[in-house]
């Protein structure tokens, strides 16, 4: 199946898993989680491929999409701040990085074009967190 394939399905019709309704006493990101996994793919915001990075869901399905987004705007911003998107995505495991080196390949290009900026330090400073994973990641040889 190709990536514009893909686009159109949902994440539960793409792993054929229905989840059940969310119980009564779900917190809104579980909710938020279950209705993000009944969007087709292409309808996804940048809010939604955060949220869904963050907790791990639709991973290997969404990181594509993710990057295609990167690479237009490295700062690409969900709720929360400019580059958030970026971060969700810095965070998944060193594991799915390995396994998918075009992606992995992909990210890197995002990092060294995002580090060519005069003001990245406004958006990542030298003792985050952000730049800390980049050099893990650098150490691991998958950026």
Not at 96 to 107: E, F, H, I, Q
Not at 134 to 139: A, P, Q, T, V, Y
Request: without cysteine; aromatic residues 4%.
């Amino acid at each position: 199946m190709t990536g514009e394939d893909l686009e159109s399905l949902t994440l539960e019709q793409i792993d054929g898993v229905v989840w059940p309704p969310p119980p009564s006493d779900a917190t809104r990101l579980m909710k938020t989680v279950h209705a993000l996994r009944r969007k087709m793919i292409r309808a996804l915001s940048v809010e939604d491929l955060r949220t869904l990075l963050g907790q791990r869901e639709g991973v290997g399905v969404l990181v594509p999409r993710t990057l295609d987004l990167l690479e237009q705007d490295p700062l690409a911003e969900g709720d929360y701040y400019p580059g958030d998107l970026l971060v969700a995505t810095l965070q998944i495991s060193e594991d799915y990085w390995t396994v998918n080196s075009s992606s992995a390949v992909r990210l890197r290009s995002v990092v060294q074009r995002l580090e060519q900026r005069d003001d990245l330090d406004d958006y990542f400073p030298q003792d985050d967190g952000i730049s800390a994973r980049i050099n893990e990641l650098r150490s691991a040889h998958l950026l």
